[in-house]
């Protein structure tokens, strides 16, 4: 499966922005998915990951209640909203796919996912 992902950008401390991830080349609905996040000279870090069928979702602790990780598998597109960003938020975004069965969990751990996105540079300003 291809992935692209949308929607970084510049925004100030305590706005909002909706990161898209479309998918393509195979079932969408086949795949968990995750979003991650880097800053250059650190490791990637998980953000959030959401079930094949989007009932389970995990959220990385810093970002509970701000971020809303979904999916439209009729569309083929992931999404994750972002309110009430902060500097510490400024990173590369990263949506990514893992195959999994339908009953399973969506993994946190980079290393269990197959297909990633390009990445899509989000930058808070204080």
């Known amino acids: 499966v291809q992935l692209q992902a949308s929607g970084g950008g510049l925004v100030q401390a305590g706005g909002s922005l909706r990161l898209s991830c479309a998918a393509s080349?195979?079932?969408?609905?086949?795949?968990?998915m995750g979003w991650f996040r880097q800053v250059p000279g650190k490791e990637r870090e998980f953000v959030a990951a959401?079930?094949?069928?989007?009932?389970?979702?995990y959220y990385e602790d810093s970002v509970k209640g701000r971020f809303a990780i979904s999916r439209d598998n009729a569309k083929s597109t992931g999404y994750l909203e972002m309110n009430n960003l902060k500097p510490e938020d400024t990173a590369i975004y990263y949506c990514?796919?893992?195959?999994?069965?339908?009953?399973?969990?969506?993994?946190?751990?980079?290393?269990?996912?197959?297909?990633w996105g390009q990445g899509t540079l989000v930058t808070v300003s204080s």
């Open positions: 959401i079930s094949r069928g989007g009932g389970t979702t």
């Open positions: 080349g195979r079932t969408f609905s086949g795949y968990a």
């Open positions: 990514a796919a893992d195959r999994i069965i339908m009953t399973a969990v969506p993994s946190r751990v980079p290393e269990h996912y197959d297909y």
